[in-house]
C-alpha cells in the first residue's frame, strides 16, 4: 500500500489550518485513483455557524476535500510538488450530489480516480463515504496553472 502521512501532504499541498481538509492518504496508484482520509472533529471552525444546534460539514468543503484528493494524485502521479511559480485549481464541477450529512465524529473516506486528461486539466469521479455510505459524488475537474 502506498501510504502518505500529514507531514508529506503539507509538502505537496499548499493549504494550511484551516482549510488543509485531508489528514491521511491510506493507497494510491500514480495515475489512476487515491483514497483518502478526512477526520472529522467537532473542533473545525465551521460548526460554530453551520448549524450550532446541529452541526453538519458544509457540502462545499466535502467537494473541496474531495479536490485536495485530486491535487495530491496528481503531484503523486507528476512524482513532485506543483512548485511556487504554478498552482492547482480547481475549475469544475459536475453531476454533484449529497446523500448524506458529514457530521462530527465521522471520518470521512475520500475516493478518486483520474477518468481522463487533457493537456494539464484532468477530470476525476470523485466519492466521499461514511462507514461505506456515500455523503458526496461528483466530476471535478482541476487544473495547473502559472502564477
Do not use: W
Amino acid at each position: 500500500m502506498n501510504e502518505v502521512d500529514i507531514r508529506e501532504i503539507m509538502e505537496l499541498l499548499p493549504h494550511r489550518y484551516p482549510f488543509l481538509l485531508v489528514d491521511r492518504v491510506l493507497d494510491y496508484t500514480p495515475g489512476r485513483c487515491l483514497t483518502g482520509v478526512k477526520n472529522v472533529s467537532m473542533n473545525e471552525p465551521f460548526f460554530q455557524g453551520h448549524f450550532p444546534h446541529y452541526p453538519v460539514m458544509p457540502g462545499v468543503l466535502v467537494l473541496e476535500a474531495l479536490a485536495q484528493a485530486c491535487g495530491l494524485l496528481t503531484f503523486k502521479t507528476l512524482n513532485q510538488p506543483i512548485g511556487e511559480d504554478r498552482a492547482y485549481f480547481f475549475v469544475g464541477i459536475d453531476k454533484a450530489r449529497f446523500r448524506r450529512p458529514v457530521i462530527p465524529g465521522d471520518r470521512l473516506i475520500l475516493e478518486v480516480e483520474e477518468i481522463r486528461t487533457l493537456k494539464k486539466m484532468s477530470v476525476f469521479k470523485a466519492v466521499a463515504k461514511v462507514d461505506d455510505e456515500i455523503a458526496a459524488s461528483a466530476e471535478l475537474m482541476c487544473t495547473i496553472v502559472d502564477v
